[in-house]
């Protein structure tokens, strides 16, 4: 029975903060230094983040992804504007509305998806079937890579997706909360990700890539940057101590953290993926291309898994959902692997 202290892998932001995030933040600690983002800190996360991916984009800290996710489209719309999303994407299922409240009023339009996934068709038939007076006018896509199931938006496939948002004029924003796993997983560079594909926005999560809080917004379109610090600034998210939400990402960015802490997610996730193939009565629900795995299992299989002590959401598509953070211990997940297959061959004997 693992003890209360035990690695649980229900969320990937039940880990702690990585030691390239901490070092950078006790640095940052040392003496006083300007506040509301004037520090040497802010602009070298900035620089970071340009020099990574290798345009001069505009760099903005929130506290989270809901304000960071939500501010990002407000700026890219007006209240009377639409935003086309996937029916599980976090922005529709977990932001408690933020993006239509930020936005005045900017109504999300969902696609049925069962990946998360958007396409070019989706997204042509949301954006084309009302273009009356008493319709929201389709401005805005966001799609989630990886998406809330893990799966990877391939290049072609967010190439396809940007030209056709050219098209109709729409632009394009990506909630990358777990951005860092997309790149470990497809091997390009955050540039090829982003700007390069078209897209217009990126929201990149650091919590769950190890920091303690704290998303970085970039814009790739200095445009629709205009006026995001006051916007940040009336929701609650400039920060006064700016340099703890800038510092760690100095860490992350300059020591090849971000990536190497995606890559081990995606590693482990792979491992345990491995690990429960074929074992009777459990079967994985969606590819694993991230560091997401969701089982589907018989309820009565999920409580044995509870009942020894192992901890699970089931509240995307009644699966089980383990997810696998920078620090996930491989000794952990073979223990977690033991007793999938523990209650599955109990079941099946
Ligand atoms: C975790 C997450 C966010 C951010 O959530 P907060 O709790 O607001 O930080 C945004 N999008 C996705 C897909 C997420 O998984």
Redesign the pocket.
């Known amino acids: 029975m693992p003890t209360d202290d035990a690695q649980q892998f229900a969320s ?2 039940y880990s702690g903060i990585c030691p390239e995030a901490w070092a950078a933040m006790e640095a940052a600690n040392r003496g006083h230094a300007p506040a509301y983002g004037e520090d040497v800190w802010t602009a070298r996360a900035a620089d970071g983040f340009r020099a990574l991916f290798e345009t001069p984009c505009q760099v903005f800290f929130a ?7 939500s501010l990002a489209l407000a700026s890219l719309c007006q209240s009377y504007h639409s935003v086309i999303c996937a029916d599980s ?3 529709e299922t ?2 408690c509305g933020a993006p239509e409240f930020f936005s005045n009023g900017s109504k999300l339009l969902t696609a049925r998806t069962t990946s998360g996934k958007l396409t070019p068709e989706a997204i042509r038939a949301l954006a084309t079937n009302r273009s009356d007076i008493h319709f929201p006018k389709p401005r805005v896509v966001t799609i ?1 890579q990886p ?2 199931t893990g799966q990877v938006y391939t290049l072609d496939e967010l190439r396809a997706i940007s030209a056709t948002c050219r098209e109709l004029a729409l632009s394009l924003h990506m ?1 990358g ?2 951005f860092a796993n997309a790149c470990a997983s497809l091997g390009c560079s955050p540039a090829e990700m982003t700007w390069q594909a078209g897209i217009d926005v990126l ?1 990149f ?1 650091g ?2 890539n190890g920091m303690h ?1 704290g ?1 970085a917004v970039l814009f790739f379109d200095p445009d629709f940057a205009e006026d995001f610090g006051f916007r940040c600034k009336q929701a609650g998210q400039l920060a006064s101590k700016m340099r703890f939400l800038a510092a760690p990402w100095v860490g992350m960015l300059e020591s090849g953290a971000w990536l190497a802490n995606a890559r081990h997610g995606n590693a482990c996730a792979a491992r345990l993926a491995q690990a429960v193939a074929g074992l009777p009565g459990i079967e994985l629900m969606f590819p694993v291309e991230a560091n997401a795995i969701f089982l589907r299992m018989p309820p009565d299989r999920m409580e044995a898994l509870r009942a020894r002590g192992w901890r699970f959401y089931t509240f995307i598509g009644g699966g089980a959902r383990f997810m696998f953070a920078w620090d996930a211990d491989p000794a952990r997940v073979d223990a977690l692997a033991r007793d999938l297959e523990a209650v599955a061959l109990d079941r099946a004997a």
């Open positions: 990937d932001n506290f989270n992804g809901t304000a960071a996710n994407a976090h922005v977990d932001e989630t998406t809330e909630d909360a777990r929201c999560g919590t769950k809080a998303e």
